[in-house]
């Protein structure tokens, strides 16, 4: 069955960048329609949607994030990314990659996750 | 953005009772675009429900989904030891795609 799995630093400094690399396995990330999503979630605290990107490329962002992020997809890797510009010690999160499916009555949603990384930003 | 707000935060209950979780939305969530999900601490978010009533794959039928427009609603029928953990809703009606706050389940 499709996994996937996050990676990337544990320890960001300030004002830098946060990359990550959600791993597909057992599945084509560009293969069949789905959307790829990254969510975020700060300790203790609710799930923050940060974007997503289709097969084809395609991206929509969280406008409270837009300026900052980017979202990729490496198909030669099967590889979903995330860049996150400019981080502050609020960036500090649980980063969780995962997959939206499009129902068979037209709404999408997030049936696969991944089991996330946690990303701390400090100096 | 249409902000989702979960209702009660906590709910305590003991194995065998039922469990009513509201999902008010600021603005009407049009097409059924809402869905709950499940964590348990150290784990993802896991699907339970879709298109507001729909079950996601595996999920047991004491887990149901109602509601229409800006009101909905997660029913346990019947709690059990492991439904312990936080409780979302998420909106995918319009971007950007919102969850609610959470609402804690404890078991008593």
């Known amino acids: 069955q499709v996994q996937l799995q996050e990676s990337g630093p544990g320890l960001v400094k300030p004002s830098q960048t946060l990359s990550l690399t959600c791993s597909v396995s057992?599945?084509?990330?560009?293969?069949?329609?789905?959307?790829w999503s990254w969510i975020r979630q700060p300790a203790g605290r609710g799930l923050e949607w940060i974007g997503r990107?289709?097969?084809?490329?395609?991206?929509t962002y969280n406008p409270s994030l837009e300026s900052r992020v980017t979202i990729s997809i490496d198909p030669s890797k099967n590889q979903l990314s995330l860049a996150l510009n400019s981080v502050t010690a609020a960036d500090t999160a649980v980063y969780y990659c995962?997959?939206?499916?499009?129902?068979?009555?037209?709404?999408?949603?997030?049936?696969?996750w991944g089991r996330g990384s946690l990303v701390t930003v400090s100096s | 953005e249409v902000v989702l707000t979960q209702s009660p935060g906590t709910l305590s209950l003991s194995p065998g009772e039922r469990a009513t979780l509201s999902c008010r939305a600021s603005?009407?969530?049009?097409?059924?675009?809402l869905g709950w999900y499940h964590q348990k601490p150290g784990q993802p978010p896991r699907l339970l429900i879709f298109g507001v009533f729909r079950r996601a794959t595996g999920v047991p039928d004491r887990f149901g989904g109602s509601g229409s427009g800006t009101d909905f609603t997660l029913t346990l029928s019947r709690v059990e030891p492991e439904d312990f953990g936080v409780y979302y809703c998420q909106q995918y009606d319009s971007s950007p795609w919102t969850f609610g706050q959470g609402t804690k389940v404890e078991i008593k």
């Open positions: 057992g599945g084509s990330i560009s293969g069949g329609y789905s959307y």
């Open positions: 995962a997959r939206a499916t499009e129902s068979n009555w037209g709404d999408w949603y997030l049936d696969l």
């Open positions: 990107i289709f097969s084809t490329g395609s991206t």
């Open positions: 603005q009407s969530v049009t097409g059924n675009f």
